[in-house]
């Protein structure tokens, strides 16, 4: 492998986002890991990739079910001994909510599981993997607008007083863009940005009687935001290519903080990532030594083309961005 290139792994590499974004990025010169919920899964999609022409040697295969949290343990394993860093972490594996309420072997509803526990759980046990000493690592969620209308009910996160399929999904992509704004704050040596893509052509978008757009089109704005000449706000939410306001909960640092450690309680069974503060990390680090600042707030704006200088002082290409206030 060359190791110049970057090197990024997408979960849910096997959906359609998460195949086209794969397959751009590929194409580009980037080398992808691309993750589905088994490895047979995994490597069929390489194959289709292969199929259309992707070198081999850019593509590598790995699978963990997220319904199963010791397989996201596992898997974290694997891609660190694997992969000495990865550049970019693209979190692209989702379900939608089951019609009926579903519960994974850890106990956690089955959508809250896959759509954010399994990201909050991988993320932290690769977080020293994250990046080079030449570029910050990058994660980028690939989130859903429904998440703005969503809540949490803190008293009943795993939905079993009040289920309902689409109320289940949309709580699960608060979730995962909270997550994201939290992770951007407690670790400023890395950006993290949320994404509204669009609504892409999908098995999800089917199951709740919707059509979209080509998958490709949508993974477009994924892939582009993959690119680390491009410059974002870390801890930003994204909806397409502007910058746009998140829900209310997501620029809370309280809330942010309580879902960090409802998350670490829910993944605890693992036993194996690193434990989080107790204590909120407003005002300065946490006991744990986590640094609390951020690097952006979620409905702020950089300037167009604006791009972070490296540590020899140099920039890489410009790169224009476009981006509103919200």
């Known amino acids: 492998m060359d190791h110049t290139e970057p090197t990024i792994l997408i979960t849910g590499a096997t959906g359609a986002i ?9 194409e580009a010169g980037a080398h992808v890991v691309v993750h589905g919920p088994t490895l047979a899964e995994a490597s069929a999609a390489t194959g289709r990739l292969e199929d259309l022409g992707v070198d081999t040697d850019r593509l590598s295969a790995i699978g963990a079910d997220f319904a199963d949290l010791s397989a996201v343990v596992g898997m974290a394993a694997e891609v660190r001994e694997r992969f000495d860093r990865i550049d970019v972490l693209v979190h692209a594996a989702a379900v939608p909510g089951p019609d009926g309420r579903t519960l994974t072997g850890d106990g956690n509803e089955l959508a809250f599981q896959v759509n954010h526990l399994a990201s909050y759980l991988l993320t932290r046990l690769l977080i020293d993997r994250l990046g080079r000493a030449d570029a910050p690592g990058r994660v980028v969620s690939v ?4 998440h703005v209308g969503a ?3 803190w008293a009943d996160l795993q939905r079993a007083r009040n289920y309902a399929p689409l109320p289940a999904y949309a709580q699960s992509q608060l ?10 704050r407690r670790h400023p040596e890395l950006d993290a940005v949320s994404l ?10 089917h199951h709740y009687g919707r059509v979209g757009e080509p998958a ?12 680390q000449r491009l410059d974002v706000e870390s801890g930003a939410y994204v909806d397409r290519i502007i910058l746009a306001r998140t829900a209310p909960l997501a620029a809370n640092p309280r809330a942010l903080d309580r879902l960090w450690r409802r998350a670490h309680g829910s993944s605890a069974s693992t036993r194996q990532h690193p434990p989080p503060s107790e204590a909120s990390t407003e005002g300065g680090p946490a006991p744990d030594g986590i640094p609390s600042s951020f690097r952006g707030a979620a409905g702020s704006c950089a300037r ?4 972070r200088a490296g540590p020899n002082g140099r920039r890489p290409a410009r790169i224009p961005t476009i981006c509103v206030r919200a």
Request: with cysteine; glycine share 8%; aromatic share 4%.
């Open 18 to 26: 998460g195949f086209e974004t794969a397959r751009r990025l590929a």
């Open 143 to 146: 989130s859903s607008n429904l």
């Open 151 to 153: 809540n949490l009910d």
């Open 175 to 184: 979730a995962l863009t909270m997550f994201t704004t939290a992770l951007a």
């Open 196 to 205: 509204h893509p669009g609504l892409a052509e999908s098995p999800i978008l």
């Open 216 to 227: 490709a089109d949508v993974a477009g704005r994924v892939a582009r935001l993959c690119d």
């Open 304 to 307: 167009p083309g604006r791009l």
